[in-house]
């Protein structure tokens, strides 16, 4: 049952946040659901700017996403990129025609001195999105990949390289001087917020950018209310990604556990799937809670299904 003064907060990356968050939508009102989205892959490209996991997010929530590659629009058509190639242009990076109208509506909205906190909500509010998506902060924090090809920004190892390079460290430029946006502030500090939902994201890439923001962790930490981490792993594999390829390039076991040893100093539970129940004694340990349900969401029953269960898990935390 619904009881409208709940409110949620979810941390999400691209992709597979974007499914859990598809379902909390489905499960709350708008007054309820705050997102807040990773901005760590945020790049500048063809002089628009690129906010992939907001438009992946965006398009999700206003059912306009492309299902079969993952980002961008559906029903897409690629003439721009055509004739970007044909004139020399950089295209390693695709623009679809379509997914084309929001780079052009953020990047003149950021000349005219909008934030990006304000141009979501425009987006949000023009496709009539029953949730709240928020940029993590309105300061730009690149995330920067240190591999055995060099330092490479984000996009150019993700896209460019198709995550091939192997990966020694990754980092957040910027994050020093970055402040969670107003929006996330308040969501934090609103006395009907009932749990935060850290989303099925790549845990490395998507959702630490979120939690390195400046005293993000103590402030989580002070909220006192349950924190509640969905595993992006599912029996040794990533659901969806690189998430397996880099943990095993930074030396860690790629397996629920280590995602409940990731995440125990912020979180106070985990819902891991049906298929890991027997890594439940070692996740005990952890002193986190558990609860294991299907978690991995192929039809939009699914994601609501894990929805409503992580949000009745969370009522009895
Ligand atoms: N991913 C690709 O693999 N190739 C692309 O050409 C590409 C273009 C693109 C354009 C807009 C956008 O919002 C996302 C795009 N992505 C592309 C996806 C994106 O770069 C990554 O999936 C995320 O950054 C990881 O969450």
């Given at each position: 049952?619904?009881?409208?003064?709940?409110?949620?907060?979810?941390?999400?990356?691209?992709?597979?946040?974007?499914?859990?968050?598809?379902?909390?939508?489905?499960?709350?009102?708008?007054?309820?659901?705050?997102?807040?989205?990773?901005?760590?892959?945020?790049?500048?490209?063809?002089?628009?700017?690129?906010?992939?996991?907001?438009?992946?997010?965006?398009?999700?929530?206003?059912?306009?996403?492309?299902?079969?590659?993952?980002?961008?629009?559906?029903?897409?058509?690629?003439?721009?990129?055509?004739?970007?190639?044909?004139?020399?242009?950089?295209?390693?990076?695709?623009?679809?025609?379509?997914?084309?109208?929001i780079h052009l509506y953020r990047s003149q909205r950021l000349r005219e001195g909008a934030n990006l906190s304000q141009i979501v909500e425009e987006l949000c509010n023009r496709f009539k999105i029953q949730a709240n998506i928020i940029p993590m902060s309105d300061s730009p924090v690149r995330t920067m990949v240190d591999t055995n090809i060099g330092t490479l920004p984000f996009q150019e190892y993700f896209v460019k390289n198709r995550c091939k390079p192997i990966v020694s460290e990754i980092r957040f430029d910027g994050i020093e001087k970055a402040r969670p946006a107003q929006a996330f502030l308040e969501c934090l500090d609103d006395s009907n917020l009932s749990a935060i939902i850290i989303c099925p994201s790549n845990p490395f890439l998507s959702v630490n950018p979120i939690l390195s923001l400046p005293s993000l962790k103590e402030k989580i930490k002070a909220v006192g209310k349950p924190v509640i981490v969905v595993s992006p792993i599912v029996q040794g594999n990533s659901i969806k990604g690189p998430t397996a390829k880099l943990m095993q390039e930074l030396n860690l076991e790629c397996s629920v556990e280590t995602i409940a040893n990731l995440y125990k100093d912020i979180s106070s539970a985990i819902v891991i799937d049906n298929t890991d129940k027997s890594a439940i004694n070692d996740i005990k340990s952890t002193g986190l809670e558990i609860l294991s349900a299907n978690i991995v969401m192929n039809s939009l029953q699914d994601k609501i299904g894990l929805a409503n269960e992580v949000i009745d898990f969370s009522r009895s935390l």
């Amino acid at each position: 049952m619904n009881t409208g003064s709940e409110k949620y907060l979810a941390l999400s990356g691209g992709i597979g946040g974007a499914k859990l968050a598809l379902g909390l939508q489905h499960c709350l009102d708008k007054s309820q659901l705050s997102i807040v989205a990773n901005t760590g892959d945020d790049f500048e490209h063809l002089g628009l700017a690129i906010s992939p996991d907001i438009d992946t997010l965006l398009y999700t929530l206003a059912d306009l996403n492309n299902q079969e590659l993952g980002w961008g629009r559906r029903d897409e058509s690629w003439n721009f990129a055509e004739a970007s190639k044909q004139i020399g242009l950089d295209t390693w990076f695709s623009l679809g025609d379509r997914d084309l109208a929001i780079h052009l509506y953020r990047s003149q909205r950021l000349r005219e001195g909008a934030n990006l906190s304000q141009i979501v909500e425009e987006l949000c509010n023009r496709f009539k999105i029953q949730a709240n998506i928020i940029p993590m902060s309105d300061s730009p924090v690149r995330t920067m990949v240190d591999t055995n090809i060099g330092t490479l920004p984000f996009q150019e190892y993700f896209v460019k390289n198709r995550c091939k390079p192997i990966v020694s460290e990754i980092r957040f430029d910027g994050i020093e001087k970055a402040r969670p946006a107003q929006a996330f502030l308040e969501c934090l500090d609103d006395s009907n917020l009932s749990a935060i939902i850290i989303c099925p994201s790549n845990p490395f890439l998507s959702v630490n950018p979120i939690l390195s923001l400046p005293s993000l962790k103590e402030k989580i930490k002070a909220v006192g209310k349950p924190v509640i981490v969905v595993s992006p792993i599912v029996q040794g594999n990533s659901i969806k990604g690189p998430t397996a390829k880099l943990m095993q390039e930074l030396n860690l076991e790629c397996s629920v556990e280590t995602i409940a040893n990731l995440y125990k100093d912020i979180s106070s539970a985990i819902v891991i799937d049906n298929t890991d129940k027997s890594a439940i004694n070692d996740i005990k340990s952890t002193g986190l809670e558990i609860l294991s349900a299907n978690i991995v969401m192929n039809s939009l029953q699914d994601k609501i299904g894990l929805a409503n269960e992580v949000i009745d898990f969370s009522r009895s935390l």
